[in-house]
């Protein structure tokens, strides 16, 4: 069955930090595809990234990281310098191979202090 | 490019009523999937439609709820009877079917309906 955990349930920081959100996934797959969600006060659910199991690159976009660590089975997001429009809800969700259904974490409230 | 169409965007409805949402998925994508979002739960997955066919419907409730996704139109998420505990937002995603390890699915969101029943 496939899991994921996301910890930290609200972050707060202040504009201009970084913030690292974690993600711990379990599956039994070997081919599986982790994502990354966002979703602003506004409610809609925006893709950020897919990433493959036989991937390990990791993968920056802007101020946008992501760390994939097999060997933990954790698929970590990194904010850099982060503005008031990063506060929003982060899900990360994971899909066996077998399958097209997501399974999503409990999401991450991130909220950026002016 | 337009991205997965849902609507209403807030619906009210009273106890007993029934509540449809309709989704149409991204140009060229076939494959169509409901989740919801409760307050407590987070996002579940519900069902996965492609044309005609009801793929898995595994997250589905047993009674009130019905998904389709005809040949021509909408994939359509019927609830019939509405309780309250049916209030949450209900977010329509597609995809592509793409069976090359290299690309996988990527699953796009819509923006969601807001379903609040009185």
């Known amino acids: 069955a496939q899991k994921v955990t996301q910890a930290q349930t609200e972050i707060s920081v202040v504009e201009k930090e970084d913030v690292t959100l974690d993600c711990v996934y379990e599956?039994?797959?070997?081919?599986?595809?982790l994502f990354w969600y966002k979703q602003p006060p506004s409610g809609e659910l925006v893709f950020l990234i897919r990433?493959?199991?036989?991937?390990?690159q990791n993968e920056i976009s802007g101020r946008y990281s992501w760390n994939f660590q097999k060997s933990t089975s954790s698929f970590n997001f990194t904010i850099t310098a982060s503005q008031v429009v990063d506060s929003a809800v982060y899900f990360c969700a994971l899909s066996e191979y077998g399958n097209n259904r997501l399974a999503f974490g409990k999401g991450n409230q991130v909220v950026v202090i002016p | 490019n337009a991205g997965v169409m849902q609507n209403p965007r807030h619906l009210v409805r009273r106890r007993g009523q029934e509540a449809r949402l309709r989704c149409s998925p991204m140009?060229?994508?076939?494959?169509v999937y409901w989740y919801r979002q409760l307050p407590e739960e987070g996002l579940k997955f519900m069902v996965y439609l492609q044309k005609e066919n009801i793929i898995d419907e595994s997250g589905m409730p047993k009674e009130r709820f019905s998904a389709e996704f005809p040949k021509e139109g909408p994939s359509i998420l019927r609830i019939q009877q509405v309780v309250r505990g049916d209030s949450a937002a209900y977010f329509c995603?597609?995809?592509?079917?793409?069976?090359?390890?290299?690309?996988?699915?990527?699953?796009?969101f819509g923006e969601g309906s807001w379903l609040t029943v009185v």
């Open positions: 995603a597609s995809s592509l079917r793409d069976r090359d390890r290299s690309s996988g699915n990527t699953i796009y």
């Open positions: 599956t039994r797959d070997t081919t599986y595809y």
């Open positions: 990433r493959n199991s036989f991937d390990e």
């Open positions: 140009k060229g994508h076939s494959h």
